[in-house]
């Protein structure tokens, strides 16, 4: 089945650095990603919907400034924490739609857990 | 945007019981899913049910939607300790739309 790679799986860092998640779909096109947030016990929170080409469409509340993500081609999107702080804290998940099916399947990443100190 | 609400929050059951969470979105929505999420770990797509099922099994997963109730159940027949986990349900409207998620039932099974 399709598979959508997320890199990396945890990451540590300090205050005031910046962070790069990546987000990868290994076997299939997507035009469209999307990248969650889940703070602990909660659930997913959309963060923004990352477009192939095109700037992303951030949802209310999160700051493009902060979370810059960059989908420069139709199998890779990244998300940067700049500046990052304690409360950006956070399990990352990225999802993509499978662009080239009718059906536009939509799979998940295994998550990245940035833990800032 | 969340729109999910998921009922109970959590969810604590003997071994061999059975388990059911329920699901109440407000849009109209393509299909359903459920997901199931280990502590710390990503997301375990466990069945999608589409805007014209009404029921659909797999294994020990039975999962039902009602559209007009705007409202989906999942049931776990003769539960394991292994199916401790926290269970999300995800609506899809389709097109280039992300899965909206619940707020999740923490299930825990006590062998």
């Known amino acids: 089945g399709a598979v959508v790679s997320q890199h990396p799986s945890w990451v540590i860092c300090k205050s005031g650095t910046s962070v790069k998640i990546e987000c990868r779909s290994l076997d299939f096109q997507a035009t469209t990603m999307f990248w969650y947030r889940q703070f602990p016990k909660q659930s997913l929170m959309l963060m923004a919907t990352?477009?192939?080409?095109?700037?992303?469409?951030?949802e209310q509340g999160v700051e493009k400034d902060k979370f810059l993500i960059n989908h420069a081609s139709l199998t890779l999107s990244t998300l940067t924490v700049t500046s990052a702080h304690p409360e950006d804290s956070s399990f990352y998940i990225c999802?993509?739609?499978?662009?080239?099916?009718?059906?536009?399947?939509?799979?998940f990443g295994e998550g990245s857990r940035l833990t800032v100190l | 945007s969340q729109q999910g609400e998921e009922d109970p929050q959590a969810l604590s059951i003997q071994e061999g019981e059975n388990a059911t969470m329920n699901c109440s979105y407000k849009t109209s929505i393509n299909n359903l899913q459920w997901y199931r999420q280990n502590s710390g770990r990503g997301l375990v797509h466990l069945i999608l049910i589409r805007s014209n099922e009404r029921e659909k099994h797999s294994g020990r997963l039975r999962v039902t939607l009602d559209t007009s109730k705007k409202s989906s159940s999942l049931l776990i027949t003769a539960s394991r300790a292994a199916d401790t986990a926290s269970y999300f349900c995800a609506t899809d409207a389709g097109g280039n739309t992300p899965l909206v998620f619940g707020k999740g039932t923490r299930l825990s099974v006590i062998a």
């Open positions: 999802s993509a739609r499978d662009s080239g099916t009718g059906i536009g399947e939509l799979f």
């Open positions: 990352s477009n192939e080409g095109s700037k992303a469409t951030y």
